[in-house]
């Protein structure tokens, strides 16, 4: 049989298509191995990869192009995985699919699928098949008995009698692999890996967690068993990628890598010599600086840690139960081991207070005042999660405000808001528990820390200074909206409105946060250049726009030279004074790598550079600067010079009209 398998519609954060996991999933392509290993041939159709190639538009017509995408490839049996926040894509889809096709057998797999198998079997006829838990030992049986809807002797599959019949019925079972050696080597060949622009691969390293947080739902579907590959067969894994692709950078999924210390030890040993590097994730309870210092050696460079929660009082009630007095020097023994620590937490708990919540940013603000170069913080939304012990008791009381979150897929279609609102239950990742804290403030919180974290630490750290801690800094600006009449989101803007008008327009910190704002803005800055410089374009027709990267900055401290004297001064807590801060300038910043160079230039300049924030000919600037200046021209051998540096580039659409007369020379 021909198996077309369709992989997550998972989005990036920040809404960045152009960031889009297009990694290989790693359950797809173990059960893919295994319907091939059955006499299959199997396909897998990745929608975020079309997405990020542009071939595949993220509108409204999502669905219908996916679902024409795989009918063109005439599968037998199509099965798609899903995630809570990605089944809105997965239901639509098979919707189209089976209006075009109704006798085409549509499969289901992954968490979401499994926790819900009953309720979406019986509202959305779409599907036939929903394939529970890990699916390796069970999938050769369930396309075996797919035409026939033959089930009743396989372990967890629930299924629906015959195409659009509203009869459901369910095998019981769990079904776990025991031993993940017994599984064949995961097909990454189905997806173009070579071609991917991958910094690392991913390798699944093991499953199950033996804890069981309340908003976690790894224990319901791997069972609270933990498993993880021997070191042989993992670094078997690690050899066979390294040699079919190359690969020398790896992330070792697994929820929580570090549970047996012993297995862990065993891995370094056998892996240290490869020259490999690898990611994991851990809890500060289950490493100790022995580990972390075998582990750097044996090449492990990154470790996600799940804190969570700033509070202890609610690390009990969602039963993570760390030891929070544990991070801080978790993250030195790391950093000091050079392994780079990522800090999660989250905020929106049901029970959680506002000293709790304030407890949570404090932490992050404790963590951006460390090194920047071994810390990434986050800071995001509790979603509920059906599977979890929070779902079960406060499932039935879902409310929703239509918040988007970063995770979510776009409701785009005309009814899918209908969807999510109908089927609470269902669509849980875009509702929220009833709380003791006001929504509001889990948003704001969530949403300022997304905007803030674009400063950068140093800089957002620096503001720390002025107000004694993120919560402070938080509530300020939280109360300062309430009171302005902020109409906008709460985006970079904000923040620098706020800056603006709690420490003052000319306040140093004032322009540290234009200077970091003004150069993440020029980082995504698209510049599209199309041939714009070559001879086929007349000179008088070429457009140039700033550089990517390169911007401009207006009456502005000098901040290159401020950051470095805040870096100098990173124990003290007392902000810079007005004569340490310096005076005011024109700048204008050129990309260098990941960093910047400053140039100091007069205000014509400035002026003139602002101009190509859009793309413009050398004529419509001078034109323009002449008008504004009564009749000032840029020198156009400068301008010429510019755009050999690079701190201007072609960009923009050619502009095909006759040259004015006065180029044409
Ligand atoms: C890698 C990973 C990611 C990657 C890639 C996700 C992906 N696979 O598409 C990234 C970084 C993108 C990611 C992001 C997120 N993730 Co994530 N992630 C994982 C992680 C750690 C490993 C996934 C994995 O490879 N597992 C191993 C493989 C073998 O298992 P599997 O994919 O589940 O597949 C097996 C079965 O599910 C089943 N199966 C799956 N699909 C299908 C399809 C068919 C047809 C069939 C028959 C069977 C079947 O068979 C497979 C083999 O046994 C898991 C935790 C975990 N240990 O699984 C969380 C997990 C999947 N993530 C989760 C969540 C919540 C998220 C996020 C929302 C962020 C967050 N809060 O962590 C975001 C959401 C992304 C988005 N924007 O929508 C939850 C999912 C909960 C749920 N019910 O949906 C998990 C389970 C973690 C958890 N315990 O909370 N994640
Ligand atoms: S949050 Fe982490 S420690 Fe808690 S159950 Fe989930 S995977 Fe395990």
Request: glycine share 8%.
């Amino acid at each position: 049989m021909r198996l077309t398998l369709v992989d997550n519609m998972v989005l990036p954060g920040r809404h960045d298509l152009s960031a889009l996991d297009v990694h290989p999933h790693l359950g797809l392509i173990s059960l893919a191995t295994v319907a091939r290993q059955a006499g299959h041939t199997v396909s897998v159709y990745d929608p975020k990869r079309e997405v990020r190639s542009g071939r595949l538009a993220y509108d409204g017509a999502l669905y219908a192009r996916m679902a024409h995408a795989l009918l063109a490839e005439r599968p037998d049996a199509v099965g798609l995985t899903t995630l809570g926040c990605s089944f809105i894509v997965a239901l639509k889809v098979a919707t189209q699919l089976k209006r075009a096709e109704p006798e085409l057998p549509i499969m289901l797999g992954g968490p979401h699928a499994t926790m819900l198998h009953r309720e979406i079997l019986e509202r959305f006829p779409a599907f036939d098949v929903v394939v529970r838990h890990e699916a390796e030992e069970t999938l050769p049986d369930v396309l075996a008995g797919l035409e026939r809807r033959c089930f009743e002797h396989v372990p967890g599959v629930s299924w629906r009698t015959a195409p659009a019949a509203a009869q459901v019925r369910s095998t019981e079972g769990r079904p776990l692999v025991k031993d993940l050696d017994t599984l064949p080597a995961p097909a990454y060949d189905l997806y173009p890996v070579d071609h991917l622009g991958l910094d690392y691969l991913r390798v699944e390293a093991g499953r199950g967690c033996p804890f069981a947080c309340t908003f976690c739902s790894t224990a319901t579907f791997f069972q609270r068993s933990y498993r993880l590959k021997s070191p042989q067969r993992l670094v078997g894994d690690l050899d066979r990628l390294h040699e079919r692709y190359g690969a020398t950078d790896f992330k070792l999924e697994h929820d929580l890598f570090t549970v047996n210390r012993w297995k862990v030890l065993d891995f370094c040993e056998a892996v240290r010599d490869r020259g490999y590097t690898w990611r994991v994730s851990a809890r500060v309870d289950c490493v100790d600086a022995e580990l972390l210092e075998r582990m750097s050696e044996a090449g492990c460079v990154a470790m996600y840690f799940g804190i969570e929660s700033g509070s202890s009082r609610l690390q009990r009630t969602i039963k993570k139960r760390l030891d929070l007095d544990l991070l801080e020097p978790t993250l030195d023994m790391a950093e000091r081991v050079g392994i780079t620590s990522t800090v999660s937490l989250i905020t929106g708990y049901p029970e959680e207070e506002a000293v709790d919540q304030d407890a949570t940013l404090d932490l992050l603000g404790r963590c951006l005042r460390r090194s920047e170069r071994r810390l990434v913080t986050q800071l995001h939304m509790l979603l509920p999660e059906p599977g979890t012990e929070q779902y079960a008791a406060l499932g039935d009381r879902l409310a929703y405000d239509g918040y988007k979150t970063e995770f979510n897929a776009w409701l785009l279609g005309d009814d899918d808001e209908r969807y999510v609102r109908d089927h609470p239950d269902i669509f849980a990742t875009y509702h929220y528990y009833p709380a003791t804290m006001p929504r509001e403030q889990h948003v704001f919180a969530v949403d300022f820390y997304s905007a803030a974290r674009v400063l950068g630490h140093t800089v957002l750290a620096y503001l720390l200074r002025f107000y004694g801690g993120l919560s402070a800094l938080v509530a300020s600006a939280r109360e300062w909206r309430a009171q302005s009449g902020w109409a906008g989101s709460t985006d970079g803007e904000l923040i620098r409105a706020f800056i603006a008008h709690d420490l003052g327009e000319d306040h140093h910190a004032h322009s540290l946060v234009r200077y970091a704002l003004g150069l993440a803005a020029a980082r995504g800055r698209p510049v599209r250049g199309g041939g714009q410089g070559s001879d086929a374009v007349p000179a008088h027709a070429r457009r140039y726009q700033l550089g990517p990267g390169n911007a401009v900055f207006e009456d502005l401290h000098d901040c290159g030279a401020l950051i470095e004297r805040i870096r100098a001064s990173a124990r003290s807590q007392r902000p810079l004074d007005d004569r340490e801060a310096g005076a005011r300038g024109c700048y204008l910043a050129v990309a260098s790598g990941d960093g910047c160079v400053n140039y100091a230039i007069d205000p014509a300049t400035c002026a003139m550079l602002a101009m190509f924030a859009s793309p413009r000919t050398f004529d419509e600037v001078c034109a323009a600067l002449a008008a504004l200046t009564g009749g000032y021209e840029p020198d156009r051998a400068y301008l010429q010079h510019l755009a050999d540096a690079e701190v201007i580039v072609p960009g923009g659409v050619a502009s095909l009209e006759p040259a004015p007369a006065a180029a044409r020379g």
